[in-house]
């Protein structure tokens, strides 16, 4: 039974970007590498455990499929983590005050309780994109590329692949 849960995972492009995305949100980043094509998940913190699960997820849709790759869209509903950092670095000293610490004596691990608490807010900002995926056939089974799009989509930035010259380097 596993085995028949597991292929059919595998089955369709916009299956694999679906259990991809849930693996990602659960923090289960071993599981998600099996959507990969190639690890990218090589030294996740709490940090990234939080705002991976502020993931939404919807209308995941083939808009390409030709053979062996495909083109998946999905729209994603999240935190936005940059601005949120970016927020956090303005009004740390601040934030530092009110928790009664300085910037001298909090530890790493202080701070990044603190950027936590404000990822996992109710306030913080979300940010809603359309990201695209690509996939390829490999061995019978449909994983998504690691590449610039992925890493796009992870946080949410715009990313438009006719800007790369031959290379793989934006112009």
């Given at each position: 039974m596993t085995g028949i849960v597991a292929c059919s995972e595998f089955s369709k492009p916009n299956k694999?970007?679906?259990?991809?995305?849930?693996?990602?949100?659960?923090?289960?980043?071993?599981?998600?590498?099996?959507?990969?094509?190639?690890?990218?998940?090589?030294?996740?913190?709490?940090?990234?455990?939080?705002?991976f699960s502020t993931f939404e997820i919807a209308d995941i849709k083939v808009t390409n499929q030709t053979g062996a790759t495909a083109i998946v869209s999905a729209d994603i509903m999240a935190v936005d983590f940059?601005?949120?950092?970016?927020?956090?670095?303005?009004?740390?000293?601040?934030t530092l005050e009110d928790e009664g610490l300085s910037a001298d004596d909090i530890t790493d691990d202080a701070l990044n309780a603190l950027i936590l608490r404000e990822i996992q807010s109710p306030y913080a900002l979300k940010k809603t994109r359309t990201v695209i995926l690509n996939l390829n056939k490999t061995e019978g089974k449909w994983l998504i590329e690691a590449d610039k799009s992925l890493n796009a989509a992870l946080f949410l930035l715009e990313y438009n692949k006719e800007s790369d010259n031959k290379d793989g380097e934006t112009e």
């Open positions: 694999v970007v679906a259990a991809f995305f849930q693996n990602l949100k659960q923090a289960d980043y071993e599981k998600a590498h099996t959507f990969l094509n190639a690890p990218v998940f090589d030294d996740i913190n709490t940090l990234l455990d939080g705002y940059l601005q949120t950092i970016q927020g956090f670095i303005m009004t740390m000293p601040e």
